[in-house]
């Protein structure tokens, strides 16, 4: 059985060149630039979301700036 799943995608014909010649540079197909890319893009939107959710559990602790979070690392810290 296939592991992979073969998608169509459409790009403007400036932005297919450009990725045409970078994954040529990097000796790589343009399967895996894309590939490459959506770990990125994903990687980015996981750590956008994880930021999201601190923040407002920060704003409900009533953490304030970085120092707050130092002060409550520190006082972690001391208890252990």
């Known amino acids: ?22 994954a040529k ?11 490459e890319a959506l770990r990125q893009y994903m990687a980015l939107r996981e ?3 994880m930021q999201a959710k601190a923040s ?3 704003q409900a602790l009533g953490i304030t700036d970085e120092a707050k979070v130092e002060e409550i690392v520190e006082e972690i810290r001391q208890r252990q």
Request: proline share 5%.
């Open 1 to 22: 059985m296939r592991e992979t799943v073969v998608w169509t995608i459409s790009l403007p014909p400036q932005m297919a060149e450009k990725a045409k010649a970078l």
């Open 47 to 49: 750590w956008e979301q």
């Open 56 to 58: 407002l559990k920060a």
């Open 25 to 35: 540079l990097e000796n790589r197909s343009k399967s895996e630039l894309v590939r």
